[in-house]
T-cell receptor, first 117, second 111 residues
Framework: GAVVSQHPSWVICKSGTSVKIECRSL??????MFWYRQFPKQSLMLMAT?????????EQGVEKDKFLINHASLTLSTLTVTSAHPEDSSFYIC?????????????FGPGTRLTVT | KQEVTQIPAALSVPEGENLVLNCSFT??????LQWFRQDPGKGLTSLLL?????REQTSGRLNASLDKSSGRSTLYIAASQPGDSATYLC??????????FGAGTILRVKS
């Protein structure tokens, strides 16, 4: 149980374009989803927290207009990187939880490798 | 602001050795502490989770301890194997459900 998937697993896009990453909880309803970014040889940094049906809460220094997060259903959250630049190239990982159903831990997806050329 | 530090940053050991990875955190007001494993280019696999009221957790060859008052945790790996080679991440959960990660220890077990 508690499986989280991400799609795509890797994506290459051109500078200036937008790219959408999906995060799905496959066997439980995720009231809360988290988006992290990981640069090479660095740890995970929380970008934002999203609760189903409400606006995401962004961490300090993360541009909410650049990283659009939508959590419209209990099993799906999306992260859209708008007007991507090479410095946005990173490994993006999502996690999901639902404390009210006993899923107190954050269950992590396999990650999405974004390369902006 | 919570800061999590992991020492050493990298470790290379021969197969069969017992080893200890260290994690320290600056704010003891945590909900729990979790150790993860990350293989190159992959997501995270949860290894052990210690609640703030607990002192240690064990799973197979892994044992994790927590000293909340001093802000320290250790992950002990017994009889290391080449398959243990990965990056090990420590994360503390703050009240509010946020995880703060350390930078990780890159472990290489040589056969």
């Amino acid at each position: 149980g508690a499986v989280v998937s991400q799609h795509p697993s890797w994506v290459i896009c051109k500078s200036g374009t937008s790219v959408k990453i999906e995060c799905r909880s496959l066997d439980f309803q995720a009231t809360t989803m988290f988006w992290y970014r990981q640069f090479p040889k660095q740890s995970l940094m929380l970008m934002a927290t999203s609760n189903e049906g409400s606006k995401a809460t962004y961490e300090q220094g993360v541009e909410k207009d650049k990283f659009l997060i939508n959590h419209a259903s209990l099993t799906l959250s999306t992260l859209t990187v708008t007007s991507a630049h090479p410095e946005d190239s990173s490994f993006y990982i999502c996690s999901a939880s639902n404390p009210s159903q006993g899923f107190y831990e954050q269950y992590f997806g396999p990650g999405t490798r974004l390369t902006v050329t | 602001k919570q800061e999590v530090t992991q020492i050493p940053a990298a470790l290379s050991v021969p197969e069969g050795e017992n080893l200890v990875l260290n994690c320290s955190f600056t704010d003891s007001a945590i909900y729990n502490l979790q150790w993860f494993r990350q293989d190159p280019g992959k997501g995270l696999t949860s290894l052990l989770l210690i609640q703030s009221s607990q002192r240690e957790q064990t799973s197979g060859r892994l044992n994790a301890s927590l000293d909340k008052s001093s802000g320290r945790s250790t992950l002990y790996i017994a009889a290391s194997q080449p398959g243990d080679s990965a990056t090990y991440l420590c994360a503390v959960k703050e009240y509010g459900n946020k995880l703060v990660f350390g930078a990780g220890t890159i472990l290489r077990v040589k056969s």
